[in-house]
């Protein structure tokens, strides 16, 4: 039972990017999935979360308006769609799953995390 947090890389100020969270050995539409990101230096901190059943979508005010997040159940992935990227998002993202039927910000509620991907905004 896994996760796999890929799609990072460099990118360029203003720049998109899709980053996606692939699930293994169970199936990720029944669990709420959040990601969070770990800036050099800094805390690790909630970013946005998709429930269970896709009910809704929240998402930090930081990332709000600019980062989306969606669910491809065929694919048993989720997706953060960062558009309009700014130096200060450079971080490790990673993905985390819960089997909360709602979203919530706190770590220690996620049952399963995925090993973190790099995205780096820079020109």
């Known amino acids: 039972l896994q996760l796999q947090a890929s799609g990072g890389g460099l990118v360029q100020p203003g720049g998109s990017v899709n980053i996606s969270c692939a699930a293994s050995?169970?199936?990720?539409?029944?669990?709420?999935v959040a990601w969070f990101r770990q800036a050099p230096g800094k805390k690790r901190e909630w970013i946005s979360c998709?429930?269970?059943?896709?009910?809704?979508?929240y998402h930090a005010n930081s990332v709000k308006g600019r980062f989306a997040t969606s669910r491809d159940n065929a694919r048993n992935t989720v997706h953060l769609q960062m558009n309009n990227l700014r130096p200060d998002d450079t971080a490790v993202y990673y993905c985390?799953?819960?089997?909360?039927?709602?979203?919530?910000?706190?770590?220690?509620?996620?049952?399963?995390w995925g090993q973190g991907t790099l995205v780096t905004v820079s020109s």
């Open positions: 985390a799953a819960s089997r909360l039927e709602y979203c919530v910000v706190e770590e220690h509620t996620y049952d399963y």
């Open positions: 050995g169970f199936t990720l539409e029944d669990y709420s």
């Open positions: 998709i429930s269970n059943g896709a009910v809704g979508s």
